[in-house]
């Protein structure tokens, strides 16, 4: 009779001690990782984590894939800091930022970034550069204050033509998705998910490798997904990625993004093409190039760059070719443009 009573005993002091360590853990990485950057006061009670690094006339703004924050940049900033003033930053929802307080559709992210800058006062030209679900704020953000805009760099912009409700055989896939992170939620606060991506990016991996077995095939499918893109960022930043993915809020932020995917596809396809504006379009040679009329759809002057060696993650697989385009841009930012927007 002890013992049976003994268990729901032993069973409350593991969630107990799961939930302490999560919060231990949190604390500890706020205070260690964000102190780097800013928060900035976008109203409503919500504050967006800011990172600034390198001086120049005109401002480079990185904006990160649907669950990514602002460390996906983290090597490419720092070499454009070398040339211009640079601005990265995380979505509500992700990262170091509060909740989000509207849809995950690139016209609200857009706006909140806009409020975002103006809070910090980081006066425009702007030279945009989105990468994938990043792609789409930017352009959106372009058409929203054109005036602001010296060009944009799409690194392989999400292709709406591809996702619901364009494409509804993805919706199986958003939905399974969002069940997924809805799960990872509560494992989150019990501090599992800090335990294995502690241990996968941090430590020897022996843990996280256990519980993707006991996952079954899909939990090894995406342990190796997350070891293939993760390694090609710089090791030292491991422990922050490591940071993010322990938190319940991250998992809470990513099913907010990819609940709006249908609403973002709609929110572009009315989306009229940027005008008088240059756009620089990176497409990964692993890809189809887009067509002449997804071009056009997208701007009146856009430039189609190949990359030759990159799948998706062009940032992470040629990050020179970006950083190229990027500087291109800088320069072609003329002083006359400067001028008339400063």
Same mark, same amino acid.
């Given at each position: ?58 401002? $480079? ?11 996906? #940049? ?49 006066? %425009? ?26 060009? $944009?760099?799409?690194?392989? %912009? ?27 939620? %509560? ?50 930043? #491991? ?44 497409? %990964? ?19 189609? $760059? ?37």
């Amino acid at each position: 009779m002890y013992y049976l009573l003994s268990i729901p005993g032993l069973a409350a002091a593991l969630v107990a001690a799961g939930f302490l360590y999560q919060w231990l853990g949190s604390r500890y990485d706020r205070l260690r990782y964000a102190k780097e950057g800013r928060w900035i006061d976008i109203g409503d009670g919500c504050r967006l984590y800011l990172l600034e690094k390198g001086t120049g006339e005109a401002t $480079v703004l990185f904006e990160s894939g649907i669950a990514a924050t602002n460390l996906n #940049w983290f090597h490419i900033q720092q070499q454009v800091a070398g040339f211009a003033t640079t601005a990265s930053y995380d979505r509500g929802g992700l990262g170091w930022s509060c909740p989000c307080r509207t849809a995950r559709t690139p016209g609200n992210i857009a706006a909140e970034l806009h409020q975002m800058l103006e809070g910090a006062g980081i006066k %425009p030209p702007y030279i945009l550069v989105g990468h994938s679900f990043g792609g789409l704020v930017m352009r959106r953000f372009a058409l929203l204050y054109p005036d602001e805009v010296t060009s $944009v760099v799409l690194v392989d %912009p999400m292709r709406c033509e591809e996702w619901p409700p364009l494409d509804p055989t993805k919706q199986a896939f958003l939905d399974r998705g969002s069940q997924l992170t809805g799960w990872a939620i %509560p494992i989150a606060r019990f501090g599992l998910a800090r335990l294995a991506v502690t241990s996968l990016l941090c430590r020897s991996g022996r843990i996280a490798e256990r519980l993707a077995g006991a996952a079954g095939n899909g939990g090894k499918h995406v342990l190796g997904r997350i070891k293939g893109e993760v390694g090609k960022m710089p090791q030292e930043i #491991w422990p922050i990625v490591a940071a993010h993915w322990s938190r319940p809020g991250y998992y809470v932020g990513m099913r907010n993004h990819v609940m709006a995917v249908p609403d973002t596809v709609r929110e572009m396809l009315a989306s009229e093409p940027i005008r008088g504006i240059p756009v620089l379009l990176l497409t %990964p040679g692993k890809s189809s190039p887009l067509s002449e009329e997804c071009l056009q759809r997208i701007g009146d002057n856009v430039q189609q $760059v190949i990359a030759p060696a990159s799948a998706h993650w062009i940032h992470l697989d040629e990050p020179q070719l970006v950083i190229d385009s990027i500087q291109e841009m800088v320069a072609a930012a003329v002083p006359e443009q400067i001028a008339a927007m400063g």
